[in-house]
C-alpha cells in the first residue's frame, strides 16, 4: 500500500529553520551594537584629541606673540606679557571640573576672560625657560584621556 507524501514542511523543520534564523539575526544585531559602541568611543576620543588641539594651538599662537612670561601657582598658571598687554592661562575649578581660562588685558579691549575648555581639563603645567614656554595638556571626559606636551618659542622675547 502506498502512503501519500504530503506538501508542506514538519513541526521539527519549521523549528529548526525559526532557530537557525534567531541566531543569524541576533548575530547580525550584537555584531551592529559593538560596531556602534566601537565607533562612538573611537568619536569621542578624536573629539577630546580635537579639543586639545583647539587649546594648544591657542595658547601656542599667544605664546609666539609674547615678549615675556612668567609662572605662578607652581607653573599652573602662565602670565604672558606681549607689546599690546598680558594675558594668563590658568585652571579654574567650576561645577566640579576644571576649566581652562584665558584672561586679557589688551589696550584695544577691555579686560576680559574667555573659556577655551570646559569640564575636562585634567591637569595643566607651564615651564618657562628663556624664550621657550612647555605646556602640558590632560584631557579627560567620559573615561577618555589625552594628554598633549608642546613646547613653543616667543618671537619677540625681550630677554
Same mark, same amino acid.
Given at each position: 500500500?502506498?502512503?501519500?507524501?504530503r506538501?508542506?514542511?514538519?513541526?521539527?523543520e519549521?523549528?529548526f529553520?525559526?532557530?537557525?534564523?534567531?541566531?543569524v539575526?541576533?548575530?547580525?544585531?550584537?555584531?551592529?551594537f559593538?560596531g556602534?559602541?566601537?565607533?562612538?568611543?573611537?568619536?569621542r576620543?578624536?573629539?577630546?584629541?580635537?579639543?586639545?588641539?583647539?587649546a594648544?594651538f591657542?595658547?601656542?599662537?599667544?605664546i609666539r606673540?609674547?615678549?615675556?612670561a612668567?609662572?605662578e601657582n607652581?607653573?599652573?598658571e602662565l602670565w604672558?606679557?606681549?607689546?599690546?598687554?598680558?594675558?594668563?592661562?590658568?585652571?579654574?575649578?567650576?561645577?566640579?571640573? +576644571?576649566?581652562l581660562k584665558?584672561?586679557?588685558?589688551?589696550?584695544?579691549?577691555?579686560? !576680559?576672560l @574667555? =573659556? %577655551? +575648555?570646559?569640564?575636562?581639563?585634567e591637569?595643566?603645567?607651564?615651564?618657562?625657560?628663556? !624664550?621657550? @614656554? =612647555? %605646556?602640558a595638556?590632560?584631557?579627560?571626559?567620559d573615561?577618555?584621556?589625552?594628554?598633549?606636551?608642546?613646547?613653543v618659542?616667543?618671537?619677540?622675547?625681550?630677554?
Open positions: 500500500m502506498k502512503t501519500k507524501r506538501k508542506g514542511f514538519t513541526l521539527m519549521l523549528v529553520a525559526t532557530a537557525a534564523g534567531t541566531i539575526i541576533v548575530a547580525a544585531g550584537i555584531i551592529m559593538v556602534h559602541t566601537s565607533w562612538n568611543r573611537a568619536w576620543k578624536v573629539n577630546l584629541q580635537r579639543d586639545a588641539a583647539y594648544m591657542i595658547i601656542s599662537r599667544s606673540e609674547g615678549t615675556s612668567k609662572l607652581d607653573g599652573r604672558l606679557y606681549t607689546d599690546e598687554g598680558w594675558m594668563r592661562f590658568h585652571v579654574v575649578l567650576g561645577a566640579d571640573k +576644571l576649566q584665558c584672561e586679557k588685558e589688551i589696550e584695544t579691549t577691555a579686560q !576680559n @574667555v =573659556t %577655551i +575648555l570646559d569640564d575636562k581639563v591637569d595643566l603645567q607651564f615651564n618657562v625657560e628663556g !624664550n621657550k @614656554v =612647555t %605646556i595638556l590632560k584631557l579627560n571626559k573615561g577618555m584621556q589625552t594628554h598633549s606636551v608642546s613646547t618659542m616667543m618671537r619677540n622675547y625681550g630677554g
